[in-house]
């Protein structure tokens, strides 16, 4: 069974950076597509970003692009979000999570059958 932890988060002051890490085991990481969402306070959780299984193709939600970066390391199982110029509204617990059948609706959380327990991003005004 495959198995996702997410790590990096914290509290940050606006216009900062925060890089986050998931880190998959258990499962054949490298050939499935991966994604990050979010779940702010009082509100349904989100797409942010996604990559492909090569790390060729990434998409971003309007909200992000041109501030956040998603990249990944096959060779470390490994998945990055970096994060810079951040602002308040992007405070949310953020999760990672895996399609091991490489779909093409990235943006649905239903695509993704693996995710991560989450982790906290805070920014201060």
């Known amino acids: 069974q495959g198995q996702l932890t997410e790590s990096g988060g914290g509290l940050v002051q606006g216009g900062g950076s925060v890089r986050l890490s998931c880190a998959a085991s258990?499962?054949?990481?490298?050939?499935?597509?991966m994604g990050w969402f979010r779940q702010a306070p009082g509100k349904e959780r989100e797409f942010v970003a996604a990559?492909?299984?090569?790390?060729?193709?990434?998409y971003y939600a309007d909200s992000v692009k041109g501030r956040f970066t998603i990249s990944r390391d096959n060779a470390k199982n490994t998945m990055y979000l970096q994060m810079n110029n951040l602002k308040p509204e992007d405070t949310a617990v953020y999760y990672c999570?895996?399609?091991?059948?490489?779909?093409?609706?990235?943006?649905?959380?239903?695509?993704?059958?693996?995710w991560g327990q989450g982790t906290q991003v805070t920014v201060s005004s």
């Open positions: 990559i492909s299984w090569s790390g060729g193709t990434t």
């Open positions: 258990g499962y054949m990481f490298s050939s499935y597509n």
């Open positions: 999570a895996a399609d091991s059948q490489n779909g093409s609706y990235y943006y649905y959380e239903e695509e993704y059958d693996y």
